[in-house]
């Protein structure tokens, strides 16, 4: 086994997040950081896009969810990611963490992470 670490760093995105009313009619900016772990052996010999864990497709699957849907809490929402990545057959573990800056009026944001292992 040859464990490879793909991290996809503050993707930017606006959803509809939170239970109050203003949060509820406004979409907020949310920082989306992914961890995944996978064998990347077959992919190292190879040298072939299909024996890589597909980073591209995840993304577009992550950011179609975040952006067509809305959310209470940021714990359904890096729960939701984590149910899509855990069905990327290649993935063995995978950590999930979000940002909503500007929750708290004197910080800079409030987090979430999750982990996923297979």
Known sequence: MLLA????KNLRLRTFIGFNEEEKIKKQDVIVNITLR???ATAAESDSVEDACNYKILTKQIITL??????????AMTADIINLIAKA???LEASVEIDKPHALRFADSVSLTMDYKR
């Not at 670490?5 to 996809?8: F, H, N, P, S, V």
């Open 5 to 8: 670490t793909i991290r996809i």
């Open 66 to 75: 975040i952006e067509e849907k809305s959310f209470d809490l940021l714990e």
């Open 38 to 40: 996978y064998d990347a």
């Open 89 to 91: 057959d290649k993935v």
